[in-house]
């Protein structure tokens, strides 16, 4: 069983639309991350937050951070293709980050 | 800067035959970090070195063992090589102690057969 649980799983979405994907935990954290991995490369931090309720923005890309520090969202408007990849959130705490299973985003012109 | 570095890309060893991983950083960062990556896990954290001297278990340390040789440089040793370590490894490395804002290497693709 995956303490951070993320969903959906996979995602495959036209050119221009909105998605939003999920990062949920029965467990706190002292912050949360997200990656972004390319195939055949490692994963390559986008944002952390730190406080519950923390919104950051980076581009098109928007990052929530829960009230209790236990889950997190992100969402990205209007996709492109270069937004395919893998999304990786990794929850911290003590010394040592637990990632989730990731979600697969395919976005299609 | 180069960043973390790994060697080797890719490695193909025959079950029982042992080999270690190397990994390399230069942005002076005190943390680093060995993971594996199967599809539909995540990444799972085998061991990593808080800080120069220092060396812990991650979450799945079984089979393997790790040395922080300097400051600069972390490696991973597979002793006996099974099917079940048929993964891709990466590296990591963190300013601070709390493993927040890790960078990753390229990844090493290691097929037991």
């Known amino acids: 069983t995956q303490l951070l649980e993320q969903s959906p799983q996979f995602l495959s979405i036209q050119e221009g639309e909105n998605l939003t994907v999920y990062c949920n935990s029965s467990s706190v954290f002292s912050s949360l991350q997200w990656y972004r991995q390319e195939p055949g490369e490692g994963p390559v931090l986008l944002v952390t937050v730190v406080t519950g309720g923390e919104v950051k923005k980076l581009k098109r890309l928007t990052f929530q951070f829960g009230d209790a520090r236990k889950d997190s969202s992100l969402h990205i408007t209007a996709a492109q293709p270069g937004d395919t990849g893998l999304y990786l959130c990794?929850?911290?705490?003590?010394?040592?980050?637990?990632f989730g299973g990731g979600t697969r985003l395919m976005v299609k012109p | 800067n180069a960043g973390v570095t790994q060697t080797p890309k890719f490695q193909v060893l025959k079950t029982g035959q042992s080999m270690t991983l190397q990994c390399a950083q230069d942005?002076?960062?005190?943390?680093m970090y060995w993971y594996r990556q199967d599809p539909g896990m995540g990444l799972r954290l085998i061991y990593y070195s808080a800080s120069e001297g220092t060396t812990d278990k991650g979450e799945v340390p079984n089979g393997y063992n790790v040395s922080r040789l300097n400051k600069r440089e972390f490696s991973l040793r597979l002793e006996s090589a099974a099917p079940s370590q048929t993964s891709v490894y990466f590296c990591a490395s963190s300013a601070d102690r709390t493993g927040r804002e890790q960078y990753f290497g390229p990844g090493t693709r290691l097929t037991v057969t």
């Open positions: 942005m002076n960062h005190n943390s």
């Open positions: 990794a929850g911290a705490r003590g010394n040592m980050l637990t």
